[in-house]
């Protein structure tokens, strides 16, 4: 009888540890000039094997957009102030889901492609990043809505400017700059600000 009540305890162990395991932190995206209308969320959900990252835009300019992760947590400076794409063990350029952490950065996430009405989504899986571990932790760092596309050249994809920014932080907590304690609810297109 003990070793079947030490056996439930360990299995509850291990059940309540992969619930915990499930994080799930938001990025609120804003364009990075003044009055830009463009706006956004990135959601991602670690799991035992990675985090699942979804984007969804509005107001954004039709056409494929680099979108990456940067090394800092600042969208100040017009997004400049997140510094470079989040590169932990220092490789070249790349596209993370299919290459790897050891032939892309760990914040390489290739193109989100934007519809004419100025909507886009994106959807990707990689595998080992975390919202909660030591290595490849994205939580705190910025997301970067780039205004090119990303051609997967050197050094950083040419994707151009930085339309909009946001910052990865547990749903739970409130983020910094917004105050907003849950995902964001999207605007339609016809509740977008006007030019």
């Given amino acids: 009888m003990k070793k079947f009540i030490g ?3 360990v299995f509850s162990f291990f059940a309540f540890a992969q619930v915990a395991l499930a994080a799930k932190a938001s990025a609120l995206i804003k364009g990075t000039a003044e009055n830009s209308p463009i706006a956004g969320e990135a959601v991602l959900t670690e799991t035992a094997e990675g985090v699942e990252i979804e984007v969804n835009v509005v107001n954004t300019p039709p056409g494929k957009h680099g979108f990456h992760i940067h090394e800092n947590g ?5 997004g400049k102030a997140a510094g470079g794409h989040y590169n932990p063990d220092g490789v070249a350029h790349g596209l ?4 790897g952490f050891a032939h892309a ?3 390489d996430f290739g193109n989100i492609e934007v519809a004419e009405d100025g909507t886009g989504t994106l959807k990707v899986f990689i595998p080992n990043l ?4 030591e290595k490849y932790n994205v939580l705190g ?3 970067i809505l780039h205004e090119k596309e990303d ?3 050197q050094p950083t994809g040419n994707a151009g400017g930085r339309i909009g920014c946001g910052i990865v932080a547990i749903v739970n907590e409130a983020p910094q700059e917004t105050g907003v304690s849950a995902p964001m609810e999207m605007p339609s297109v016809d509740q977008a600000p006007s030019k």
């Fill in 7 to 9: 056996l439930v305890a």
């Fill in 74 to 78: 600042s969208c100040d400076d017009m």
């Fill in 96 to 99: 993370v889901a299919k290459d």
């Fill in 105 to 107: 950065h760990a914040g």
């Fill in 130 to 133: 975390t919202l909660s571990g």
């Fill in 141 to 143: 760092k910025a997301v």
């Fill in 151 to 153: 051609d997967f050249g």
